[in-house]
């Protein structure tokens, strides 16, 4: 049976959908998959001609290495503890800030409102050099806290601002009902709206710890010894003045990537769903 114009164009579009679809795939997977094939090659045949997938002499010798070395799970260790660290305390503190702007009017809202914003606008780059200096001053130099502090200058103002983007969606109502059975407002924030917000709450959770877990420059300029090291800067250190570890740079890669791939796996309709609820209302 013959197809019709409609259903011809119909195909085509789909065709051409999937096509691309498949394509961006394949950009942003390939250097996925390069880098998992080249962790378990030997170092000394990662860059030979032609390249091949399978090398003989592959195997899982990086990866053990790295889990023998107390040295290098060390950097895990720092990474896990400094961004779940942020992550918590920039939901906690973002949640409450979000929900006074959101749901409150006091003295200074609006320039409360407009530094927010601008922190966000400012390069953190030019802001390395008063930080180091502000962390040395507060002997916070090569120290958790220093980190954990320094990163919440850039996550915070991202949470307040897209929590109380959230918050502005849900009716005043909800509120009000829990008021009337005697809930304070701290008791409508975290048994009412934090319960029905979880998508929102999830988006900036999955952003924030993505940042703290990636971040490079100030990981590097804020701590001094490899007991204090992350994972970024890790990897830095395979880096020796003659020869590189090529092998165990991709794999410790590999292991750096799965906990931002298993968020957005197992979040992915969160992190979703808030991120364009809190944009539909400001």
Request: aromatic share 12%; charged share 10%.
């Amino acid at each position: 049976m013959a197809m019709t114009p409609r259903q011809r164009r119909r195909l085509i579009n789909r065709v051409g959908v999937w096509a691309g679809l498949l394509l961006g795939a394949c950009f942003a997977g390939l250097p996925v998959l390069w880098m998992f094939v080249s962790s378990l090659k030997p170092n000394s045949r990662i860059f030979a001609t032609p390249p091949r997938i399978i090398e003989e002499g592959s195997s899982l010798a990086a990866y053990v290495s790295i889990f023998q070395d107390p040295e290098k799970i060390r950097f895990f260790v720092n990474s896990y503890c400094v961004a779940l660290s942020v992550s918590a305390l920039t939901l906690v503190v973002g949640i409450m800030a979000a929900y006074a702007f959101s749901r409150f009017e006091f003295p200074g809202k609006r320039l409360l409102n407009v530094i927010v914003i601008s922190v966000q606008a400012v390069p953190p780059i030019t802001l390395l050099i008063p930080f180091f200096g502000l962390m040395v001053t507060l002997k916070l130099y090569n120290t958790y806290q220093g980190l954990i502090l320094t990163y919440m200058v850039f996550t915070l103002p991202y949470a307040i601002i897209m929590l109380t983007g959230y918050f502005n969606t849900l009716p005043r109502e909800l509120d009000e009902a829990a008021k009337v059975d005697g809930t304070s407002s701290l008791g409508a924030l975290w048994r009412v709206l934090v319960p029905i917000s979880v998508p929102g709450i999830v988006s900036v959770g999955i952003y924030t710890f993505m940042i703290a877990w990636n971040e490079y420059l100030f990981a590097l300029t804020l701590t001094r010894t490899n007991d204090m090291r992350t994972v970024p800067i890790g990897i830095q250190l395979l880096m020796g003045q003659h020869s590189y570890e090529w092998n165990e740079m991709m794999a410790m890669s590999v292991l750096g990537s799965i906990p931002v791939m298993v968020l957005f796996i197992f979040f992915q309709r969160y992190f979703i769903g808030g991120m364009t609820a809190g944009s539909v209302k400001n």
